[in-house]
T-cell receptor
Framework: EDQVTQSPEALRLQEGESSSLNCSYTVSGLRGLFWYRQDPGKGPEFLFTLYSAGEEKEKERLKATLTKKESFLHITAPKPEDSATYLCAVQAWGASAGGTSYGKLTFGQGTILTVHP | DGGITQSPKYLFRKEGQNVTLSCEQNLNHDAMYWYRQDPGQGLRLIYYSQIVNDFQKGDIAEGYSVSREKKESFPLTVTSAQKNPTAFYLC????????????FGPGTRLTVL
């Protein structure tokens, strides 16, 4: 069974204080690992897809990296507007039914990030 | 602008009532999904559909039903058989010929009174 564990559950930072969020996963053949940002009361907003170990992607103050067992979301010099819940999800190549891949995502419980001015 | 819309944003239901949540997309995406989100838990898959007139159960389909009569629409009915329906419901979609990432709507918060 695919599993995703995110840590820490909550993270409080001062504006400008860089840090990292962790996503550990076990999956039977990784097709993709995804990072989403979710603001309170809203739907998740897609950030990144990572496909293989060693891959990195960046967007503004965010950088996502991937190893064979975990992914990190690095936040450099965060601002208060970066405050949100960050979700990690994985999709396995074996996520199929009736021989057709249906793209099931397995999500972690999220990390609540709060950045204080 | 292309996107996914869900309505209503808030929904209140009395015990024993069925309610239907709307999900519409104009992204020309093939596959559509329904997830449920509870505090402190990851999103869980309820139902999914890859083509019109076809859909499959996800991990927690009991007490829910769906239809896919049009490519753009994938409504979810929460029936009285669902024992704990209070949750945040999210609809997502993706293009089968594109990347594996799914794109989400704004969500519907259902509260059972």
């Amino acid at each position: 069974e695919d599993q995703v564990t995110q840590s820490p559950e909550a993270l409080r930072l001062q504006e400008g204080e860089s840090s990292s969020l962790n996503c550990s996963y076990t999956v039977s053949g990784l097709r993709g690992l995804f990072w989403y940002r979710q603001d309170p009361g809203k739907g998740p907003e897609f950030l990144f897809t990572l496909y293989s170990a060693g891959e990195e992607k960046e967007k503004e103050r965010l950088k996502a990296t991937l190893t064979k067992k975990e992914s990190f979301l690095h936040i450099t010099a965060p601002k208060p507007e970066d405050s949100a819940t960050y979700l990690c999800a994985v999709q396995a190549w074996g996520a199929s039914a009736g021989g057709t891949s249906y793209g099931k995502l397995t999500f972690g419980q999220g990390t609540i990030l709060t950045v204080h001015p | 602008d292309g996107g996914i819309t869900q309505s209503p944003k808030y929904l209140f239901r009395k015990e024993g009532q069925n309610v239907t949540l709307s999900c519409e997309q104009n992204l020309n995406h093939d596959a559509m999904y329904w997830y449920r989100q509870d505090p402190g838990q990851g999103l869980r898959l309820i139902y999914y559909s890859q083509i019109v007139n076809d859909f499959q159960k996800g991990d927690i389909a009991e007490g829910y039903s769906v239809s896919r009569e049009k490519k753009e629409s994938f409504p979810l009915t929460v029936t009285s058989a669902q024992k704990n329906p209070t949750a945040f419901y999210l609809c997502a979609s993706r293009r089968l010929a594109g990347g594996p990432e799914q794109f989400f709507g704004p969500g519907t918060r259902l509260t059972v009174l």
